[in-house]
Every structure is written in structure tokens, then in C-alpha cells.
């Protein structure tokens, strides 16, 4: 707990002085302030069925920080400034480095939550009328996350390195424009560079429909376009929501050419389709999604697997995250999903998926087969009463094996957690 009392502290030190140089001053250097704050304790249990590794029980908790000003009493302009700290108390009963460096994790099934403090906001934004200007570190969360999210889930939460600008002026219209020069956060690692371009505009035409078209062209990876078809319908007691959405993957227009990765090949395709309702508190849903996958047979070097690098991939194709990165031979996640929602009861959700390859893949044997399992979740959330801001969740996922490889193994996962947010102004 010392490294999170020492960051609230040095966090609360740096603002203070702050406000102390414009009070000697006489200058509005930093007023208007609001603090931000999340501690996130968590238990995660996980069984990766592989013989070779124990059982994880992973203890983490979560603690963010962020203050906000305005800057110089300029209308519109304002800087935060925010950390993120995950500490796991000692316990390192989990592998929290996937590189393996360390000797005594590799006995443990993975959890992706290092014990680690990193910068997660240092970012000015100027708000000028509709539109928005930003520099410098934050999150970034763009539609459903299916294809650029902060991985939230997890405990150090992604922060991007960008400079965008975000205008609304035309009704119901909403365009941004992102440079992204830098990832930090989810695993053990040091800032990752990249050279990466978002674009993205969404048209409401009334809440039954809006459409959104993107294009994220990601350096040495490849360009992401697409168009989704999003809206909501309500009827009496009855509310329903869908998806449709269509995206296709080409070769990068953005390389950094230092790596070895110039003139990668690429065509994939994806599309998802998702119908949702709500009645009287019972929710049901079924879903259907699709990346492409690129054949055994295929020699022609060009990349036809579909994939989703800054997703917040815990979201879809199942929470036991065996999905995270796309097979090479593509995904095909059939899902279907109900619950219960209501005042006082919070949410209680499962969902059921079958996976299978788009390609055939082979098993242990070298037998062609596209089966990749299945999957049940089950997930229940409620606020905690008494207690403005706390929210506990019970989550639980359970795969059962396919017959491709490397995915003929049954997971478990389990998840005990509590969630505090505040602010104060």
C-alpha cells in the first residue's frame, strides 16, 4: 500500500503547488480543480488446463489518480495530470509476464496484470466552441472498442500517446482525426512507439439508426475500414438494439521501417451482427461475428487473417480471453446471451458461444479440423448499498476444449471484485 499512498501524495503535492505559484502571483496558472480517483481490488482464479503450469490466484487492486484544471484562466483550456498503480501485496502465485523472463512465474497459469505504476494521463485539451484539440497521454475509446479500446478489464489499463482534434458543429454529426505516436499499459512493458492514424466520423439520423464509418490505419500492421449500422427501437414494454457492421483489413499505409515489417500483405475482412432486447428487465440477445482467416494452403504471402491489436479484446469471443489474438485460420463466434436487469437487483448476464475456424487449422495429429470449442459465462453486478460509488461483480468463464491445437485445453477463470470510484471538485 506504501507505493499507492506515495502517489496520491506526490499527486496531491504537485497540484498544491500549482495553486500556491498562482496565488503568490497573482496568476491564474491552475484553478477550477477536479480529482478524479478508482481503487479496484480484485481475486482472479485461473485453470489454463495445460500440465505444465499451476493453477493462478491472482490478489491485485487498482488504484487511479487524476487531477484537472483549467490553465491560465484561458476559456476552454485545461491539463490532467493521472496515475495508474497496480499492486499485487506480494502475492505473485500468477504469471504476470508473458515473455517468461522470470524463472519462478512460468510454474503459473497467465494474468496479465503486472505490479507496475505508469503515467496514465499528461495531456492539455483546448475546447473551442465544437471542437476539441488534444496533446499528450490518455485514453482513448472509440464505438463498441471492438477495434481501438483501453483494455480497461485489465488492472493497468492502456493510455494512448496521441494529438486529435474531435468536432461536433454539424447536428447530430461527430468526426475525429488521431495521430498516435505512443501505447503504454496492459502488460509489463516499456512505452511501445508506433506511427499510427485514426479517423472516424458517426451520423446520427434518429435513435433507430446511426452510421459510423472509420478508417485505422495502423503502422506495419495494416489499414482497418468499416462501416457500422447502430440504433435502438422501443416499444411499449419492449426495447431493442442492434449492430450491423462490415470492416476489411488491406496493407498499412503507415510503416515504421526500422522493424524489417515494409511491404506486408494483407487482405482480411470482418463483419458482425448483433440483435439485443430488453423486456421488462429480461434481456436477450444473439450475435454472429466473423474475421477471416487465412488458409493452410494458401502460399500467395498475403496476410488474409483478420486481426484486432488495440481492441479491448476481453469485451468479445468469450472472458476466458482464449481469443485475444485472432487464430490463423480466423474465427467464426456464434453467441447467444440472457440476463436480468433491474433497479436494486443490478445485472446478472451469461452468454454461450461456439467457436469455429473460417479456415481449417489441424489438430495435435495434423487432422484438418475448424473446431475451436465453446464457451459459457456467466457474470453478476450489483452496487454496493450503503456505499456511493461501490460496485461489486461475481464473473466466471468456462472453455471447453476444441480439437485445433493449441486450443485442446478446458479453461476456467473465476473473478471476485470491487469497484470504488469517486471525484471531488
Known amino acids: 500500500m506504501k507505493k499507492i499512498t506515495m502517489s496520491a501524495v506526490a499527486l496531491t503535492a504537485i497540484m498544491g503547488s500549482f495553486s500556491s505559484v498562482s496565488a503568490a502571483d497573482g496568476i491564474n496558472v491552475l484553478d477550477d480543480l477536479k480529482f478524479d480517483a478508482e481503487i479496484r481490488p480484485r481475486y482472479e482464479f485461473v485453470d489454463d488446463g495445460l500440465n505444465a503450469t499451476s493453477n493462478a490466484n491472482a490478489i491485485t487492486a487498482r488504484t487511479k489518480l487524476k487531477v484537472t484544471g483549467n490553465i491560465f484562466g484561458v476559456d476552454g483550456l485545461s491539463a490532467s495530470v493521472g496515475v495508474?498503480?497496480?499492486?499485487?501485496?506480494g502475492y505473485e502465485d500468477y504469471n504476470w509476464n508473458t515473455s517468461n523472463n522470470y524463472d519462478g512465474l512460468k510454474r503459473y497459469s497467465t494474468v496479465m496484470d503486472p505490479q507496475k505504476a505508469i503515467i496514465s494521463n499528461a495531456e492539455l485539451n483546448y475546447k473551442i466552441g465544437d471542437t476539441l484539440i488534444h496533446a499528450g497521454r490518455g485514453q482513448v475509446n472509440l464505438d463498441n472498442q471492438r477495434f481501438i479500446g483501453t483494455v480497461g478489464w485489465r488492472q493497468l489499463e492502456r493510455s494512448y500517446d496521441s494529438v486529435f482534434v474531435a468536432n461536433n458543429?454539424?447536428?447530430?454529426?461527430?468526426?475525429?482525426?488521431?495521430?498516435?505516436y505512443g501505447l503504454q499499459g496492459v502488460v509489463d512493458a516499456p512505452t511501445t512507439d508506433t506511427n499510427t492514424v485514426l479517423l472516424h466520423a458517426a451520423y446520427k439520423v434518429a435513435d433507430p439508426l446511426t452510421i459510423t464509418g472509420y478508417d485505422y490505419m495502423i503502422a506495419n500492421v495494416h489499414d482497418t475500414y468499416g462501416l457500422a449500422l447502430t440504433g435502438k427501437v422501443k416499444m411499449s414494454a419492449v426495447a431493442l438494439d442492434y449492430r450491423a457492421e462490415y470492416a476489411?483489413?488491406?496493407?498499412?499505409?503507415?510503416?515504421?521501417?526500422?522493424?524489417?515489417?515494409?511491404?506486408?500483405?494483407?487482405?482480411?475482412?470482418?463483419?458482425?451482427?448483433?440483435?439485443?432486447?430488453?423486456?421488462?428487465?429480461?434481456?436477450?440477445?444473439?450475435?454472429?461475428?466473423?474475421?477471416?482467416?487465412?488458409?493452410?494452403?494458401?502460399y500467395s504471402g498475403t496476410n488474409k487473417t483478420f486481426t484486432t491489436p488495440l481492441a479491448t479484446g476481453h469485451k468479445f469471443n468469450g472472458w476466458a480471453d482464449m481469443f485475444l489474438a485472432t487464430p490463423e485460420g480466423g474465427l467464426i463466434d456464434m453467441n447467444a446471451r440472457i440476463g436480468y436487469k433491474a433497479k436494486g437487483f443490478g445485472k446478472l448476464l451469461a452468454v454461450y458461444h461456439e467457436f469455429t475456424a473460417d479456415e481449417n487449422m489441424v489438430d495435435t495429429y495434423g487432422v484438418p479440423t475448424d473446431d475451436l470449442g465453446s464457451e459459457i459465462d456467466a457474470v453478476y453486478v450489483n452496487k454496493i448499498p450503503g456505499v456511493n460509488g461501490l460496485t461489486g461483480m461475481l464473473k466466471y468463464a468456462d472453455y471447453s476444449k476444441g480439437k485445433v491445437a493449441k486450443y485442446n485445453h478446458d479453461v476456467q477463470k473465476f473473478w471476485v471484485q470491487l469497484d470504488y470510484k469517486f471525484s471531488s471538485k
Open 169 to 180: 458543429s454539424v447536428k447530430n454529426l461527430s468526426i475525429l482525426a488521431a495521430w498516435v
Open 248 to 298: 476489411e483489413q488491406t496493407d498499412p499505409s503507415m510503416e515504421i521501417h526500422t522493424d524489417g515489417k515494409k511491404g506486408v500483405k494483407v487482405d482480411a475482412s470482418y463483419y458482425n451482427v448483433d440483435l439485443g432486447a430488453n423486456i421488462s428487465g429480461v434481456l436477450v440477445g444473439a450475435n454472429y461475428e466473423y474475421q477471416s482467416g487465412t488458409s493452410m494452403n494458401d
Open 84 to 89: 495508474i498503480s497496480v499492486n499485487n501485496f
